[in-house]
DNA sequence: CAGTGAGCGAGCTTCCGCTTGACTT
């Protein structure tokens, strides 16, 4: 063995072996295998910021195996991705691997073709400290960031919350956007709409209003005003357009579009997307870059040419304008683009076919179309309608995809004119004034999160998904749907000269998984904005990713430039920590009638709860927490004086009391010293005597069932080969053991019933199975 | 495994970015 090459997935290692032959093994570092130790801050601020680096828990035994491989290794070349990130890889291997800086060779490829590696190979280099030094740099401030803020919010706000560099703006976008719609006034207007015809044809017309009028009275006498009147094509202008397809997918655009298009979450797109890189079906999915490789281009040329014709290629390169982009990767691509489906279980089948008709469109010419605006005038008056049609003349990409949009209201009600001269004289058929109303700026879907942070240029491909479930973990956000809201809207129609009116029950826009802020989003939001505006601001990532930028370009020192921000951060700590009150969120409800003491809802020490008395007095207040659906800022007096209605007992069952209340997991019924869980249909504080006693009933006799199928198994089904094949139920349901092994057994299946026939052939199956996979 | 919330004090919590696995029945 002469030469070992480190890269960063092991994916990667695999395709790339077979590339290099057998001088060479590959092997993976699986991402970093060093980082500043958990514990602790883990930086000796007196020591100039030295960081202290741990291997990693879980790539201790990886290292050892990295240290074999050296020893017997004459060359050793370090492939980590070219950007920051991957260079840092790479010293924290030389490093840890102890690699002689002087023999080890450095190499970067960001196309794996045979052809890119071996002209890697040939041009090596040494690692580049100033890369280095800017990621470090990047580290050891999110670290300070991270560490310093989160301990003041435990004493000040509630144990176990956490504030950083890119979590704590992902928060605060989701609470100004929540402040946005909470001030927004939703404003009724009217819309006109009507329904054309030329006196001499039967083609129809339809055709909107210029203006929208404010209130009913105007739109009906607007209507009125429309008796008698005639109406014609006053202008007709006819113009080209064309569109051009949209980039090829990045990690964000991929995110964004899955969800669209297929419903899917941000980190359901990602494990799919995942599957698909690891079978080898696409490029690698965490990327920043729209770069398509030449390899790829041409593929996509040849497959455009013979499935749609030559004139619909058109090979383009496109510029990647994110923030901060680092691009060591391909945007996503299909790895061969011949495939237009794969042969594969749903979600995974869907994600790729977006994805092949993402990158094909990305190659292919632009549409043409014809747009023609039409203008119709009414005779007496300054108002005009208007129609707008769409003729496609060529269809380029739109053969393959369309991007969708996020806009709720998006109808796409360009349609095709029929060709009329201009003084055309019309009828008008219809005319309808319905009532809308002026609709709140959307809120974030995980997906249209992702894409503002991108925007900022705050996280990366590889955060997004985490960073999201990190703000939900930690209950700063939430995940929702919410029925549009009931309306009353008036419609006035024009008919027969007179305007008839009409009442209509409407339903507003359903909204579905999009992200509402928690109370405790909100409280822990405003204390950062009052005490750490500088870390809260939009630009403070792009601010100092420039600086990140100039420490690798050697123009700065990367402990200076730390310095100069924790100085005056490290007093901003100190002094918030003396000054600043606790926050609890607590908000004045109203008096309790029975006691007359105040009642308040706030934030404890395990979530919300509301509290009646005070806190500062000799006699201790009641507390009770808070149901979930309610919240510090909507919760009325009656509600939290309902929450001290438990525990509540309910009466007697077998002569000892049933008590229900809410715990830890939930609500419960107790009897006899044993907890019962309440059903999802339950509510604590309506539950009847009877119902507990069926829950408790049916816990029982479920016990009893499960003792009795204890005595069964395991139970034999037979012998094969002079081993007994046992069947058996474990805590992921019945499975099957044969020669010291576990087989699922599928659900629909009994593990009573089953015979030696059916369970061997289970056995052979996954037998097979497992043999592919190696 | 079935509260808590005041106060006492121990010991715990926390960042972002790179990559997969997982006692997988």
């Known amino acids: 063995m002469k030469n070992l090459v480190i890269v960063e997935s092991p994916a990667k290692a695999k395709t790339i072996e077979k590339f290099l032959g057998k001088d060479y093994t590959v092997m993976s570092s699986y991402g970093h295998i060093r980082d500043l130790a958990k514990k602790e801050m883990s930086i000796d601020v007196e020591a100039d910021y030295e960081p202290q680096y741990q291997i990693s828990d879980d790539k201790r035994s990886l290292v050892n195996e990295l240290q074999k491989a050296v020893k017997s290794a004459g060359k050793v070349w370090l492939a980590s991705d070219e950007d920051r990130e991957g260079e840092a890889i790479a010293w924290h291997l030389q490093e840890t691997l102890k690699l002689d800086p002087a ?9 794996i073709t045979k052809t890119a590696i071996l002209h890697a190979i040939e041009n090596p280099r040494q690692i580049d400290m100033n890369l280095v030094d800017a990621q470090q740099a990047r580290r050891v401030l999110d670290r300070l960031v991270g560490y310093e803020i989160s301990p003041i919010l435990w004493s000040k706000i509630k144990p176990a919350l956490s504030a950083g560099r890119v979590q704590s703006v992902a928060v605060r976008l989701i609470v100004e956007r929540e402040n946005e719609i909470k001030d927004f006034v939703s404003k009724p207007y009217f819309r006109v709409t009507a329904q054309f015809r030329p006196v001499d044809s039967t083609k129809v017309l339809h055709a909107e209003l210029g203006n929208h009028f404010e209130n009913e009275k105007d739109a009906e006498a607007f209507l009125q005003s429309l008796v ?91 510029q990647t304008k994110t923030k901060g982009a680092q691009e060591a990767h391909e945007a996503i691509r299909p790895t061969d683009l011949t495939a237009q489906t794969i042969n594969s279980e749903s979600a995974q089948r869907r994600l790729y076919e977006l994805i092949w008709k993402r990158t094909v469109a990305s190659q292919m010419a632009d549409a043409e179309l014809e747009k023609t605006e ?15 049609g769409e ?81 939900l973990k930690r209950e700063y956000i939430m995940k929702e749907d919410r029925e549009g809201e009931e309306r009353k809207s008036v419609a006035l129609t024009l008919q027969d000269g007179k305007v008839i009116r009409e009442e209509r029950t409407e339903r507003g826009y359903a909204e579905k998984g999009k992200l509402f802020p928690t109370d405790i989003g909100c409280v822990v939001n405003d204390f950062l904005m009052e005490h750490f505006a500088n870390i809260m601001d939009y630009n403070f990532t792009a601010t100092v990713e420039r600086d990140f930028d100039e420490i690798a370009d050697g123009k700065k020192e990367w402990r200076k430039v730390i310095d100069s921000f924790y100085v005056p951060f490290h007093k901003n700590i100190r002094q918030t920590q003396q000054t600043s009150q606790r926050t609890t969120g607590s908000r004045l409800l109203g008096v309790d009638p ?25 006699e201790k207040p009641r507390f009770a927490s808070m ?30 009391d049933v008590t229900v209340s809410i715990g830890k997991f939930g609500p419960y019924v107790r009897h006899n010293g044993k907890f019962y869980s309440l059903g999802k249909n339950d509510d604590p504080y309506t539950v009847t005597l009877e119902r507990s006693i069926e829950i408790i009933n049916v816990k029982r006799e479920a016990e009893m069932k499960k003792e009795e199928m204890k005595k069964v198994f395991p139970h034999e089904i037979g012998q094969k080969d002079g081993e007994a094949v046992m069947s058996n139920i474990g805590r992921f349901g019945a499975y099957l053991t044969y020669k010291g092994e576990n087989f699922r057994l599928d659900k629909s299946l009994d593990p009573l019933t089953l015979t030696l026939d059916e369970a061997m052939k289970i056995i052979d199956n996954a037998g097979k199975k497992k043999s592919k996979k190696k």
Not at 103 to 111: A, C, G, L, P, S
């Open 594 to 618: 029975v006691s007359g003491k105040n009642v308040y809802a706030k934030i404890g020490r395990y979530g919300t709860l509301v509290q009646i008395g005070e806190t500062n007095t000799d």
């Open 103 to 111: 023999t080890t060779q450095r190499i970067v490829f960001n196309e």
């Open 391 to 471: 003729q496609v003349k060529f269809d380029g990409f739109l053969k393959v995809y369309m991007e969708s949009t996020d806009d709720e209201e998006d109808e796409s009600r360009e349609r095709l004119l029929p060709r009329l001269p201009e003084g055309t004289l019309l009828a008008m058929e219809r005319c309808e004034a319905s009532e809308h109303w002026t609709q709140h700026p959307p809120r974030y879907t995980e997906a249209s999160l992702v894409k503002k942070l991108e925007d900022l240029g705050i996280g990366r491909p590889s955060t997004y998904a985490p960073t999201i479930s990190t703000i």
């Open 228 to 318: 008698g009147s005639s109406f014609k094509v006053s202008r007709v202008e006819t113009k080209p357009l064309h569109r051009t397809p949209a980039p090829p997918f990045t990690t964000s655009t991929l995110q964004q579009e899955a969800s669209r298009k297929l419903g899917f979450s941000v980190a359901r797109t990602m494990q799919v997307a995942q599957q698909l890189y690891e079978s080898g079906y696409i490029t690698y999915m965490r990327t920043d870059s729209v770069n398509l490789s030449d390899l790829a281009l041409g593929m996509a040329k040849k497959e455009i040419e013979s499935q749609y014709g030559a004139e619909y290629v058109k090979t383009r390169r496109y």
């Open 627 to 656: 149901k979930k659906g309610l919240s510090i800022e909507t919760i009325t007096l009656e509600e939290a004086l309902s929450l001290f209605a438990l525990p509540r007992t309910l009466g007697q069952f077998e002569e000892k």
């Open 374 to 388: 039409m203008e119709i005038s009414i005779q007496g008056s300054k108002l005009t309608f208007g129609c707008t």
